[in-house]
């Protein structure tokens, strides 16, 4: 048979040339577009470099990073962000459970409740903070005229700190509640059938059954999605500064607008680096945990 | 039993109600928004229904602003950066799939990072490369910038394809006397045809959705896309919010178009990628 040894020449012929040929398009534009300025933000997160003083430009080290560390306006920023995005995937997880739970059952009419659960996540990024921040206007918003109907007095609620957080964190699970439902449906539906069917046959009840036989199943599913959600929730920058602008106050400052901030506002690009650079290394870190539970939930790296 | 069979859809459709009120709601009131007259959107308590329905906002839009610029402008970056997208990422995923090769393991999880790292952090780099290119104020800088962040995801999502469909099939085909470049478009491509297309759909919508690089790469009305079209109308008609809320509605649109033609194979399409949420 000569077919074996061809087959070794096709996968060799395969690896050196055509493994070369077939990146080399992708990691031009990624090296440039992406590797490029990496590096470039990296240098620059070491310098002193403020657009209009270009006369104190200077080579600085590591002050940058001293300075980020005990700098309140990023602790208050990172504060904001682990209260956005703890509050917001917290929530995304529980309802998004709650979704998928319902999506899963076959009833006459799930096609639309399925097709229009989907709604939000379709609806571009600035609409939705758009259409939320209509929602929320203190005199003419339709929020408050609801409470008002029932007798609650209305919230001036982009205006304050608490409430302008509340906001941002609603607006986020609502762009955020479809992929994340759709994400929890598909790991339902690869538990075994027979595994809830036993459970039904063993007379559980429906939350028993939850509890004790679901949610165990779902449990890695549940893990990564929500690590996905935490790293996209921490990189939401259009809605928040749409909605808030990162206002009232600085009450809703999350790091990513922070960094955009303190380059486009302050002109101060050095310093932006440097925010910049801890962020990647946060961002790097989560994904390093998301990788493991692919690699766990035997998606791995390795085909 | 019987119990069940007559309480479980009533609770099923009650919350299901509960969920899509909080889902589509907002989609309706952008609706009925727009098609108010100017009167109408400062009345107290607002009405739920537009008393006096009007495509008067829509028309005004259409004669004052430069919608249809910002639409077709929308639409070339979105069509050009989901071609290009799709391609190189369909050879990408396809190499990262099958071929062994050194570093393959680290360069996967680097793309993967990348997939996670927002724009807005490269902005400034971007902006000089952009410019250093003499690329700004043009759509090559933007089609540019939005490929190369829809890639890391497109790749993963089309790895993910090529790693399901077996290999032996390849093997055949290159039995039978098939080159390289035959095996891969006559068995592979065809092959990763709906992968193929839910990446497309990815790359699209991500497209449609970009703002910072669009708001920072142009300068003029000339180029902007509808985004930040609609963006800057918040300074201009501050608030005419049945103007701004025709607007969102005419962003939103094209995007849902691009669902509904597509959305059987992109739902499947999503489960098998690695997602950016």
């Known amino acids: ?303 | 039993m019987k119990r069940r069979k007559f309480w479980f859809p009533v609770l099923w459709w009650a919350s299901a109600l509960l969920f899509l009120a909080f889902l589509v709601f907002p989609v309706l009131w952008m609706l009925s928004t727009s098609l108010k007259p100017s009167s109408e959107i400062f009345h107290t308590p607002p009405h739920w229904i537009p008393e006096h329905p009007t495509l008067h906002a829509f028309t005004t839009l259409w004669q004052r602003g430069n919608f249809l610029r910002y639409l077709t402008n929308s639409l070339l970056i979105a069509l050009a950066t989901t071609g290009i997208a799709v391609v190189v990422s369909s050879m990408a995923g396809y190499a990262f799939a099958r071929l062994p090769f050194r570093g393959r393991k680290s360069v996967l999880f680097g793309i993967l990072t990348a997939q996670m790292i927002p724009g807005v952090l490269f902005l400034l780099p971007i902006f000089v490369l952009i410019k250093q290119l003499g690329l700004l104020n043009t759509y090559a800088g933007l089609i540019l910038a939005n490929v190369a962040f829809s890639l890391p995801f497109a790749i993963w999502m089309m790895y993910g394809f090529y790693k399901h469909i077996p290999a032996e099939l390849e093997e055949a085909a290159w039995v039978d006397g098939a080159g390289v470049g035959g095996t891969f478009f006559r068995v592979v491509l065809p092959m990763g045809l709906p992968g193929l297309s839910s990446c497309a759909v990815f790359c699209f919508l991500n497209s449609w959705d970009e703002f910072v690089f669009a708001l920072s790469l142009t300068t003029g009305d000339e180029l902007r896309t509808m985004p930040v079209g609609l963006f800057h109308f918040v300074g201009q008609y501050g608030i005419e919010w049945n103007y701004l809320m025709a607007g969102a509605v005419l962003v939103t649109i094209p995007a849902m178009l691009f669902f509904a033609l597509f959305q059987k194979r992109l739902l499947s399409g999503f489960a098998a990628g690695a997602v950016k949420g």
């Open chain 1, 1 to 303: 048979m000569t077919q074996p040894r061809k087959l070794t020449r096709f996968w060799r012929i395969q690896t050196s040339t055509q493994a070369f040929l077939f990146l080399t398009p992708a990691l031009l534009l990624l090296g440039l577009v992406l590797l490029y300025p990496l590096l470039n933000t990296l240098w620059l997160s070491l310098q002193h470099k403020v657009l209009i003083r270009p006369d104190r430009d200077a080579f600085v080290g590591a002050r940058n990073y001293i300075k980020a560390f005990v700098d309140p306006r990023i602790r208050a920023a990172a504060l904001h962000t682990v209260v956005f995005t703890v509050g917001s995937v917290g929530l995304k997880v529980v309802f998004g459970m709650m979704g998928a739970l319902l999506l899963n059952v076959n009833m006459r009419g799930a096609g639309w409740v399925r097709s229009l659960y989907m709604l939000p996540w379709l609806v571009p990024s600035i609409v939705a903070s758009l259409v939320w921040r209509w929602i929320f206007h203190d005199q003419f918003g339709i929020a408050n005229a609801m409470l008002q109907s029932i007798g609650v007095p209305a919230v001036n609620w982009l205006g304050q700190d608490a409430t302008a957080m509340v906001a941002v964190i609603l607006v986020d699970i609502w762009r955020g509640l479809p992929l994340m439902t759709l994400l929890l449906l598909a790991g339902l539906q690869m538990i075994p059938r027979e595994t809830i069917e036993a459970a039904m046959i063993d007379g559980a009840q429906a939350i028993q059954r939850f509890w004790r036989v679901i949610l165990p199943q779902m449990r890695p599913t549940l893990i990564m999605a929500g690590t996905l959600s935490l790293i996209g929730t921490f990189n939401s920058f259009n809605i928040v500064y749409v909605l808030t602008g990162g206002g009232p106050a600085h009450a809703t400052e999350i790091l990513v607008t922070r960094v955009f901030r303190v380059a486009f506002q302050n002109f101060n690009f050095g310093y932006a680096g440097t925010l910049a650079v801890l962020i990647i290394v946060l961002i790097t870190l989560l994904t390093s945990v998301y990788n493991r539970l692919l690699n766990e939930s035997g998606e791995e790296v390795q085909a």
